[in-house]
């Protein structure tokens, strides 16, 4: 067999192992949070409107990785806690960013307290993994997950391994959290 044979055997393996954490997930009934899409409306005849924040479903975190009820898997982003924003203080930049954030979630129509997460990035589970630079990738005909981004390739965890812990923790959440 060659690189390319096992690198497709190793991305059906973790097409298998993220429907498998799906179904374990959905009958959990784990607790999901939502997805959104930051969006930055243009001017319309030079008025300037409020962004906001395009539903586009839930999904489970699992670490560093959100993964849907149909087996779509996205690279975490920022995460907005939805409440009311309140007026700006200019206390701070990255104050009035999450503010902002805030904002749009709100006006996008999400339940006051859901979480968002939104600047997440697709990850296509085919051949884009053979070194890929994410969260996700090939390495020696196998799928692995690199948890933070100053993890080396040989520190990476493989992705069955990963998604088996971390469902674990949404399915069985430690006392008190």
């Known amino acids: 067999m060659d690189a390319t044979t096992d690198d497709a055997g190793a991305i059906n393996r973790a097409r298998t192992a993220i429907a498998e954490a799906v179904q374990r997930l959905g009958a959990a009934g784990a607790r999901d949070e939502a997805v959104g899409e930051y969006v930055e409306p243009r001017r319309v005849l030079g008025i300037r409107r409020e962004p906001t924040m395009r539903d586009l479903g839930r999904a489970w975190r699992l670490g560093v990785l959100l993964v849907d009820r149909v087996g779509t898997v996205r690279a975490t982003g920022l995460i907005t806690r939805v409440t009311e924003p309140g007026r700006p203080q200019y206390q701070s930049t990255s104050a009035e960013i999450r503010r902002a954030y805030r904002a749009a979630a709100v006006k996008g129509g999400f339940r006051a307290g859901d979480t968002v997460n939104h600047g997440t990035v697709p990850i296509p589970l085919d051949e884009h993994l053979r070194g890929a630079a994410g969260p996700l990738s090939v390495r020696d005909g196998e799928v692995v ?23 674990d923790l949404l399915v069985h959440p430690p006392e008190g959290a």
């Open 145 to 167: 997950v690199r948890w933070s981004p100053a993890v080396a390739d040989g520190d990476a965890l493989p992705l069955a391994q990963y998604l088996a812990d971390r469902v």
